[in-house]
């Protein structure tokens, strides 16, 4: 009961000091995008530190995040893997769902950062769109992140990795890095409870360009799910009840 409280305590806080930030960095990043990178790190190192110290998690990062233009095709179950990804890169960007945009704060500067944003609905047009878009902000070189899955996925449960990874990394020509994780264990996709532990976010061994489709994701979904599984584990995920 006292970790439910605690787990209250902290999300409250962590969604007023939001706007907060969004506030204090605007006048910066109106003009900057350097301004708008400043404002989301430094409020994902805020979340970070007070989940620490209020409802004991831990985050961290493990491998090594690229400094280059790279696709990074990541596992995602909680808010939490995106501010530990997006921190640990130097010029993130996201493929994200339309609606996103809408939201006020993270809408906002999801702009200013040159987020693609998806209609998730339309499939192929979708995929071709975001293609375009992509190509359309290469000027601003960085790391794409794109969730392989298309949504997030509780611990335990399964769903198909989705094409758009591959069209990307076909159409880019460019290393991609997949990343896996255990935030979900302790930061559920639903509910208040934030659990103690050691969240990670850990980015794995690098994919070359020039891989055949089938192969690659073979290689991406093998790579990620193994190694999340792993981590679920050590955070101390036993599996589904009767799965």
């Given amino acids: 009961m006292f970790q439910y409280v605690r787990s209250v305590i902290f999300i409250t806080q962590m969604y007023i000091a939001m706007p907060l930030f969004g506030l204090a960095f605007a006048p910066w990043a109106y003009f900057s995008r350097k301004g708008a990178y400043a404002a989301c790190k430094s409020y994902s190192r805020y979340v970070f530190w007070t989940a620490g110290w209020m409802v004991g998690m831990r985050c961290e990062v493990r491998g090594t995040p690229p400094d280059g233009e790279a696709l990074v095709a990541a596992k995602h179950q909680s808010f939490l893997d995106i501010m530990m990804i997006f921190t640990a890169l130097p010029s993130a960007k996201f493929i994200m769902k339309r609606e996103i945009l809408r939201t006020p704060v993270i809408g906002l500067y999801a702009r200013r950062l040159g987020c693609v944003a998806v209609d998730r609905g339309k499939r192929g047009k979708a995929i071709e769109k975001m293609v375009a878009d992509v190509h359309a ?41 997949p990343v896996a994780t255990n935030v979900g264990v302790l930061w559920p996709k639903r509910g208040m409870l934030r659990k103690p532990g050691v969240a990670v976010v850990e980015f794995l061994p690098v994919i070359e360009p020039g891989m055949a489709r089938d192969d690659f994701m073979e290689l991406l979904e093998t790579s990620v799910e193994e190694r999340s599984d792993a981590l679920m584990a050590e955070a101390g995920f036993k599996g589904l009840p009767n799965a």
Avoid: D, H, N
């Fill in 137 to 177: 902000g290469r000027a601003e070189p960085g790391q794409l992140i794109i969730y392989s899955q298309g949504t997030r996925v509780a611990p335990g449960r399964r769903m198909p990795y989705k094409v758009g990874s591959f069209v990307l990394y076909e159409q880019l020509s460019q290393p991609c890095v």
